[in-house]
């Protein structure tokens, strides 16, 4: 758990740990995530609900719980993995080829860069209650970004991407959050039709 003025942050590992103790672990954990509603982004609460357990336990990705310091309350969460990323050169300026030179390979055939790298993947507040008011995005996406940066203190790596509906007001958001866009790709999400998502990477 790791706090500061506002807000404090909660590896759910920490419930999973205390078994099925009541009040501190998995049943505690799975009561705190059923009260999350994201009516704006159903994939984000279903995540949430349905599968940040499942991908946790099988170290495909972490989930943490963001808190108000107020009343406990669960104002939002975020999910962070590490994932394969392939960047064509054409797409990114010679200072960032310079700088991910240091920690990719080279492909002369396709002019691209491979490489691990951080994704944040997933991002929502929690609108039950009116808690989306407690905390703005920025904050919420700031939390995730100091995560990343304990996380290159002990790894190692320099790149962090996520992906985001072809939305103006999303791609702004994380334009004005130091986020740059580089791709896109096709994705079936559930049981809808194929659609785009645009890839942003920000540099540690």
């Not at 072809?166 to 194929?194: A, H, M, V, W």
Request: proline share 2%; hydrophobic share 40%.
């Amino acid at each position: 758990m790791t706090a500061n003025d506002k807000f404090m942050f909660v590896n759910i590992r920490e419930y999973l740990a205390q078994g099925n103790l009541e009040k501190v672990g998995e049943p505690e954990l799975l009561k705190i995530i059923s009260g999350f509603s994201c009516p704006a982004n159903l994939d984000v609460e279903y995540f949430l609900k349905n599968s940040s357990i499942e991908f946790t336990r099988k170290n495909q990705s972490v989930t943490y719980l963001v808190l108000d310091m107020d009343k406990g309350a669960l104002v939002g969460y975020f999910t962070i993995a590490l994932k394969p990323l392939t960047v064509r050169g054409e797409v990114i300026s010679n200072t960032v080829k310079r700088k991910i030179k240091r920690v990719s390979e080279f492909d002369e055939q396709t002019n691209s860069y491979m490489m691990s790298a951080y994704l944040i993947a997933q991002l929502g507040k929690n609108y039950a209650d009116g808690r989306n008011k407690k905390i703005t995005g920025a904050e919420l996406l700031e939390l995730a970004w100091s995560v990343i940066e304990d996380m290159q203190y002990m790894g190692g790596g320099m790149v962090v991407f996520l992906e985001a509906n072809n939305e103006e007001r999303l791609l702004s958001f994380y334009q004005d959050n130091k986020f740059r866009l580089f791709d896109t790709r096709q994705t079936i999400s559930g049981k809808s039709r194929p659609h785009e998502l645009v890839q942003l990477l920000r540099l540690l």
